[in-house]
């Protein structure tokens, strides 16, 4: 089974902030890699598919990049509203794992 | 409006078997693949099972293969997960949600796109 790791766990940032997310995958996955956002009590939410496109809907400021097995998240200027847990997961093959997670907070 | 619906959680003994149940409405259920996603309270996202258009081809987390069966009646609108011999590490908040997939170049991208609220599972003595 592919692994998926993020990094960092927890991160610390203040509005306005650019922030980055990592997720390093065991093997190659080439792009099959999904971003989501989950706030709490809230299902997650798909940002970005196929490791660079941006889902319909979500700002601009949420870009990613990446592929084989070495992805990232960026959010160019944290908003109120991006304080969350991310979560990437590997679509390439069964089973789709997710990643731990970063939980994103306000400092 | 694009929606999914989950039912069937509770409360169960160890050993015991629950059936879920996910309604889809708003979309053409058979154009879509399926799966099945859970949160253990306080814990992260684990994808439990999958299943395509048709039913035809099925996957699952090693954590329930053997244990857990997913399928789906597109006469109905509706996605299931059996799940027997539950343990207390089953607990967890079950969300269903589609498979969304896109053609980019050369290459088809699958992603979750609609995630239903989910429905709660609980297994104690």
């Known amino acids: 089974d592919i692994q998926l790791t993020q990094s960092p766990s927890f991160l610390s940032a203040s509005v306005g902030d650019r922030v980055t997310i990592t997720c390093r995958a065991s093997?190659?996955?080439?792009?099959?890699l999904a971003w989501y956002q989950q706030k709490p009590g809230k299902a997650p939410k798909l940002l970005i598919y196929?490791?660079?496109t941006l889902q319909s809907g979500v700002p601009s400021r949420f870009s990613g990049s990446g592929s084989g097995t070495e992805f990232t998240l960026t959010i160019s200027s944290l908003q109120p509203e991006d304080f969350a847990t991310y979560y990437c997961?590997?679509?390439?093959?069964?089973?789709?794992?997710f990643g731990q997670g970063t939980r994103l907070e306000i400092k | 409006e694009v929606q999914l619906v989950e039912s069937g959680g509770g409360v169960v003994r160890p050993g015991g078997s629950l059936r879920l149940s996910c309604a889809a409405s708003?979309?053409?259920?058979?154009?879509?693949?399926m799966s099945w996603v859970r949160q253990a309270p306080g814990k992260g996202l684990e994808w439990v099972s999958g299943?395509?258009?048709?039913?035809?081809?099925?996957g699952y987390a090693d954590s329930v293969k053997g244990r857990f069966t997913i399928s789906r009646d597109n006469a109905k609108n509706s996605l299931y997960l059996q799940m027997n011999s539950l343990r207390a590490e089953d607990t967890a908040l079950y969300h269903c949600?589609?498979?969304?997939?896109?053609?980019?170049?050369?290459?088809?991208?699958?992603?979750?796109?609609?995630w239903g609220k989910g429905t709660t599972v609980t297994v104690s003595s």
């Open positions: 949600a589609r498979d969304n997939g896109q053609q980019l170049a050369y290459y088809y991208y699958y992603y979750m796109d609609v």
């Open positions: 708003g979309f053409t259920f058979d154009d879509y693949g």
């Open positions: 299943i395509n258009w048709n039913g035809g081809s099925t």
């Open positions: 093997q190659g996955i080439s792009s099959y």
């Open positions: 196929a490791a660079s």
């Open positions: 997961q590997q679509l390439n093959s069964y089973p789709r794992t």
